[in-house]
């Protein structure tokens, strides 16, 4: 028997991995797996899964190609990392539509059994790439993961379709061998998703091995790589994407606030994982609606905030569209409502797996009449959980309409989530009205929010209504002078939140040459690279908005300590519009709307071209 020898272990300290495959490979549950092991080990990291917009795209298709990027490091990682190291292509389709994106000497590791004629015709191959030049440059590992899947599964019970799409975990446990990633999370995770099919879980489990054994006895691998664990606080940490913290923050809300969550809401991508999320916390007094429409959606939610329950209703841009006509109302009843809006590429239908910072100038004005709201962004995966609770108290204290704007890069994104205790998170008062004496449905308090009576409570008994209401006793008036009253209460109610937010935080020096100012999931990006041209001596700050309207009231005296304001977005300027409108001042814009987040070299060469000469290097 051959003695296989040990093989050389390099330390590494960041990697960007990129698995990318048909549709039908499993490529997204591959990623999650490789992400939530490399969490469970203490890396930092970020990911970034790239679906393909058509449900069923023919097999083999450049347009049937599904990504997965993670970025894992021993340093804080805040985006999936600009160029992959590694990509690990599953058909001759993945090798075309991601090689242009590998960085230069990048490796591939490429299952050869796909490269037949058949595949590399349907990804527009006149030769196959891997012998004709293609991938010169690069280093390649030529593996027939198919055929060592097939060997792998000899002798089970499964069928060969089944066994064919096995093969995801055999690349996986390959790539757990070069990386010293551990099998255990993922053998767990197969016995408890296929706990009624032991045959699936025997044969997962066996390919998860043979790949992970074939790293270890082949010769085509010569090193392995190990990645640190990262220095985070101390903490019990989970893997968590954007859609599944913004679940968690809105039934913490629930509790906190000591109401019964109500989420009425239509599927639509990239929203539909909140709807799922939630509806599996029926033991938290959590109720879901599936409605039949978007109308019906965020109707059923005024309906239970009217009820007295924390309501909560979920959408992507053309579905906030339709919703638009029911915001008003919410309005005009001033009834708290959280409304959730998952961006995605526009317009119309759009790039539906797409990210896009779309939708900002729709949140803000996209009403009929003078119908202000409360906007709010979340700027990572992990912010989307304290964003939930904060739009939940902001909507309860001030009986209003809160938009929290996420997109689909952090909606699907995950990242490493130091988990809190129950204690560091506020409690959130809610009072109803109780006193029949001295009741009014739209008398107010300090925060100019009228009172919040709850049908069915004797002596407070009220219309509501889409129709304008007097000041005061809610009747229904078409009074010119109490029209122009209520429009300019309710303006001031939502300025008001301005005293309840913080102030706008500087990252860097507080005064320079520019700051670059941004919001939403651009966030991570940004930073990397501000910290990139501050290491090079630029004097660059940054700036993130996760309060749109009202702004934190010192965004004025910020922006006015910097020669040049950098706004960069995923759109053709929406928040410079706001911006210039607001304060009279030029901005610079960046924008690139490609369905993808920011490179950081895009980012840092712009900052380059602007203040460039003014390095000290």
Known sequence: MTEVKEKPVKTVSDVTVRFAGDSGDGMQLTGSQFSDTTAWVGNDLNTLPDYPAE???????????SGFQLHFSSNDVHTPGDVPDVL???????????????KPNGTIIVNTDSFDKKNLKLAHYDSNPLEDGSVDGFHVYKVPITTLTTNALEGTSLSPKEVNRSKNFFALGMMYWLYNRPLDKTEEWVKLKFKNKPQLIDANIKALKAGYNFGEITEIFTTRYNVEPAKLPKGTYRNISGNEALSLGFLTASVKSGLKLFLGSYPITPASDILQFISIY???????????????GISSSIGASFAGQLALTTTSGPGLALKSEAIGLA?????????VNVQRGGPSTGLPTKTEQSDLLQAMYGRNGEAPVVVLAARTPRDCFYMAIEASRIALKYMTPVILLTDGYIANGS???RIPHADQI??????????????????RDENLARPWAIPGTPGLEHRIGGLEKEDITGNVSYDPENHDKMIHIRAQKIKNVENDIPLLDVEGDDEGDLLVLGWGGTYGTLKDAVVRAR????????????????????????????????????????????IRNRFLIDVKQFNKVRGLPFKISDVYGKITEIIGGNNVN
């Open 55 to 65: 449900i069923r795209a023919p097999a083999g298709t450049l347009y049937g190609v």
């Open 88 to 102: 690990v292509a599953m058909n001759p389709a993945a090798l075309k539509k991601n090689l242009p994106e590998l």
């Open 282 to 296: 029926k033991n938290f007094g959590a109720k879901t609606f599936q409605a039949e429409d978007e109308i019906a």
């Open 331 to 339: 309005v005009m009843t001033e009834l708290p409502l959280v409304i």
């Open 415 to 417: 990242e490493p989530w």
């Open 426 to 443: 506020p409690e959130i008062p809610v009072k109803f009205r109780t006193e029949k004496e001295g009741f009014f449905p739209y008398s």
């Open 535 to 578: 290491d090079n001596g630029y004097k660059v700050s940054q700036a993130h908005l996760r309060y749109i309207n009202p702004l934190p009231k010192n965004t004025e005296e910020v922006l006015g300590k910097f020669k040049k304001i950098l706004i960069p977005e995923i759109n053709m300027g929406q928040l410079a519009v706001i």
